[in-house]
């Protein structure tokens, strides 16, 4: 991690999200966060612990060594791994109480088989594919499926759930596409309790689902939603005029200035000279680059806070350094600089970057160092 920059983690303004969130659904309705690739960034274990005492259902990781590193940690909350997992791990995590989600007979009878060594049952989440075309049988397989998961004695078939593709959209044809994959997984559902095969946990709502789709991804058959963004601070969706207006990012990056000189008309700075000075300006320079994680497609488009005013990035990041422009802001050598935060956030970087808020967030928050404070903001 990058020693002159730091990420401050508020754990209070974790909670308030949560708690925002947890007003804003119906009673019935668990709230799994999405703590993979340690927390967006944020840390795994801490965040784990917050959500834990904010009393969150379920956690979800993206892998095996995720779901050790928490149980490890002594939380003993339910956790689901999204992803597809290997056959070799099948018994550490059968071990370690960890929910598998799958797709395929073949596995689930290995499962089935280790978790009668083990004397114990093992959960199972299905995975449906309505339509991301990643993983998950087809929803006219989900009857025969769960008829077939009926012979085995140590599985417990805990839950079913899918992934939205474009939930996130605002566009009416994608969100005309998401109501067509609620709708699947509803029908799929609706023929599984004819059959008398419904799970207890069936899911599909994730963050920008609370904003855009929140009556269909929480009414009916579903009683829980996977969210991560959201807590981190990051509806996700367009939030103006809803309730999620009042999210707020939980991680403020920032550094430091550490060089400052004027650079005369005409001067070119960074590599490849991809930038020119068109009169005197005042550059200066922060020890943070795309090696700690900043990202590189905010080159001579991005910007950073200094003192409340906005400096613009100029040039490409370097490995270890970023120059900014900071003509017309009283500054010095030693001044705070904000990267990514409230004034600031990750969405309107990555906007600028033309990529997604994780792109920014994750490899950013990773790559500093991390401090955990309690702001109550």
Same mark, same amino acid.
């Given at each position: 991690?990058?020693?002159?920059?730091?990420?401050?983690?508020?754990?209070?303004?974790?909670?308030?999200?949560?708690?925002?969130?947890?007003?804003?659904?119906?009673a019935?309705?668990?709230?799994?966060?999405?703590?993979?690739?340690? !927390?967006y960034?944020?840390?795994?274990i801490?965040?784990? /612990? *917050?959500?834990? =005492? +904010?009393?969150?259902?379920? @956690?979800?990781? &993206?892998d095996?060594?995720?779901?050790?590193?928490?149980?490890?940690?002594?939380?003993e909350?339910?956790?689901?791994?999204?992803?597809?997992?290997?056959?070799?791990?099948?018994?550490a995590?059968?071990?370690?109480?960890?929910?598998l989600?799958?797709?395929?007979?073949?596995?689930?009878?290995?499962?089935?088989?280790?978790?009668?060594v083990?004397?114990?049952?093992?959960?199972?989440?299905?995975?449906?594919d309505?339509?991301?075309?990643?993983f998950?049988?087809?929803?006219?397989?989900v009857?025969?499926?769960?008829q077939?998961?009926?012979?085995?004695?140590?599985?417990q078939?805990?839950?079913?759930?899918?992934?939205? !593709?474009?939930?996130d959209?605002?566009?009416?044809?994608? /969100? *005309?596409?998401t =109501? +067509?994959?609620?709708?699947k @997984?509803?029908? &799929?559902?609706?023929?599984l309790?004819?059959?008398g095969?419904l799970?207890?946990?069936?899911?599909?709502?994730?963050?920008?689902c609370?904003v855009?789709?929140?009556?269909?991804?929480?009414?009916?058959y579903f009683?829980?939603?996977?969210?991560?963004?959201?807590l981190y601070?990051?509806?996700?969706?367009?939030?103006?005029?809803?309730?999620?207006?009042?999210?707020?990012?939980?991680?403020?990056?920032t550094?430091?200035?550490?060089?400052?000189?004027?650079?005369?008309?005409?001067?070119?700075?960074?590599?490849?000279?991809?930038?020119?000075?068109?009169?005197?300006?005042?550059?200066?320079v922060?020890p943070?680059?795309?090696?700690s994680?900043?990202?590189?497609g905010?080159?001579?488009?991005?910007?950073?806070?200094?003192?409340?005013?906005?400096?613009?990035?100029?040039g490409?990041?370097?490995?270890d350094?970023?120059?900014?422009?900071?003509?017309?802001?009283?500054?010095?050598?030693?001044d705070?600089?904000e990267v990514?935060?409230?004034?600031?956030?990750?969405?309107?970087?990555?906007?600028?970057a033309g990529?997604?808020m994780?792109?920014?967030?994750?490899?950013?928050c990773k790559?500093?160092?991390?401090?955990?404070?309690h702001?109550?903001?």
């Amino acid at each position: 991690m990058n020693p002159m920059a730091e990420a401050r983690i508020d754990l209070d303004r974790l909670a308030r999200n949560i708690r925002l969130v947890r007003e804003n659904l119906p009673a019935h309705v668990k709230i799994l966060f999405a703590v993979k690739r340690d !927390a967006y960034g944020h840390g795994l274990i801490e965040l784990a /612990r *917050a959500a834990q =005492a +904010e009393g969150v259902e379920w @956690l979800g990781v &993206a892998d095996l060594l995720e779901a050790k590193r928490v149980r490890d940690a002594g939380l003993e909350m339910p956790i689901l791994i999204l992803g597809l997992s290997r056959k070799e791990d099948i018994a550490a995590a059968v071990e370690l109480n960890v929910t598998l989600s799958i797709t395929d007979l073949d596995f689930a009878a290995q499962l089935d088989r280790e978790a009668e060594v083990q004397q114990v049952k093992a959960a199972v989440h299905v995975i449906v594919d309505t339509g991301l075309g990643r993983f998950g049988i087809f929803p006219a397989e989900v009857v025969p499926f769960f008829q077939g998961l009926q012979r085995f004695d140590h599985l417990q078939v805990e839950g079913i759930f899918s992934h939205l !593709a474009v939930a996130d959209s605002a566009d009416l044809a994608d /969100r *005309a596409y998401t =109501a +067509e994959q609620i709708a699947k @997984l509803n029908g &799929a559902l609706a023929r599984l309790d004819r059959a008398g095969l419904l799970p207890p946990l069936r899911h599909i709502g994730s963050a920008p689902c609370l904003v855009h789709h929140a009556a269909a991804t929480t009414g009916g058959y579903f009683n829980m939603v996977r969210i991560g963004a959201i807590l981190y601070g990051y509806p996700e969706a367009e939030a103006e005029g809803t309730w999620a207006e009042e999210i707020r990012p939980i991680a403020t990056v920032t550094t430091a200035i550490i060089d400052l000189r004027e650079l005369p008309a005409g001067s070119h700075i960074g590599y490849g000279l991809t930038y020119q000075a068109d009169s005197m300006r005042k550059i200066a320079v922060i020890p943070l680059g795309f090696g700690s994680g900043f990202h590189r497609g905010l080159s001579n488009c991005g910007g950073v806070i200094v003192h409340g005013k906005r400096a613009a990035i100029v040039g490409r990041l370097c490995l270890d350094h970023t120059m900014i422009d900071v003509t017309g802001i009283d500054v010095k050598i030693g001044d705070k600089v904000e990267v990514i935060g409230p004034r600031l956030p990750a969405d309107e970087q990555a906007k600028r970057a033309g990529v997604g808020m994780c792109d920014v967030l994750i490899p950013l928050c990773k790559g500093v160092e991390r401090v955990y404070v309690h702001e109550k903001s």
